[in-house]
């Protein structure tokens, strides 16, 4: 079945530690993307790309970091840069035209313990 | 920029009621809009959609109706279930963001036997 997988579902994090959330979809599309989900605000986009070896910085991306090598991959490294990491990660993609729907992975919870 | 705003929640119903979420937004041009849907520790799935003004989308008995004089896309369905209970989120896709989406802060459902 084609889709979006996230890995890991849950993720413990120390303090100081940097983590690599990981995305992979098989639905051959161009555009991917990463978003954060806080209780009452919604998602936040944290980068995306739309092409192989490029990619942008969304509205919050201080802390983050990404890389897109492969059409298939986009994973999120979350800093100790980053000061509040704990939340729920999601990572979502979809064609490159106008119009178009994003589809979205199951999440990564992701706790600073 | 673009932004969206969603009626304030959470929203709690019997079954069988009538159910609206309101939905208003800002962007230039003709932006496509959403609705998604997200179920508790799960990702988010396309409900429905409409790309240009006065197109109403529609699925699972869920309708909205992209109303550019009024800059709505207010979610209806005539008789909530019980497994309707989920959260609510309206996004956008401006006309020149091919595919990067904004949302609104989302509307807790809860629907009660």
């Not at chain 2, 609206?20 to 937004?25: A, K, L, S």
Request: hydrophobic letters at 30%; charged letters at 20%; glycine letters at 10%.
């Amino acid at each position: 079945d084609g889709g979006i997988t996230q890995s890991p579902k849950y993720l413990f994090r120390k303090e100081g530690q940097n983590v690599t959330l990981s995305c992979e979809q098989n639905l051959n599309h161009d555009a991917m993307y990463w978003y954060r989900q806080d209780p009452g605000q919604g998602l936040r986009l944290i980068y995306y790309s739309q092409i192989v070896n490029d990619f942008q910085k969304g509205d919050i991306a201080e802390g983050y970091s990404v890389s897109r090598e492969k059409k298939e991959s986009f994973p999120l490294t979350v800093t100790s840069a980053q000061k509040n990491p704990t939340a729920f990660y999601l990572c979502a993609s979809s064609n490159r035209g106008l119009n178009t729907e994003a589809f979205f992975g199951q999440g990564t919870r992701l706790t600073v313990v | 920029g673009d932004s969206v705003t969603q009626m304030e929640g959470p929203v709690t119903l019997s079954e069988e009621a009538f159910l609206t979420i309101n939905c208003t937004y800002t962007a230039t041009g003709y932006p496509s809009l959403f609705w998604y849907v997200q179920y508790p520790g799960e990702g988010l799935q396309l409900l429905l959609k409409a790309t240009k003004a006065d197109d109403k989308g529609s699925n699972k008995g869920f309708e909205a109706t992209y109303r550019k004089e009024t800059t709505s896309f207010h979610l209806e369905k005539g008789s909530v279930q019980v497994s309707d209970s989920a959260v609510y989120f309206c996004a956008l896709s401006g006309s020149s963001s091919y595919g990067k989406l904004t949302f609104g802060q989302g509307t807790i459902l809860t629907v009660h036997p």
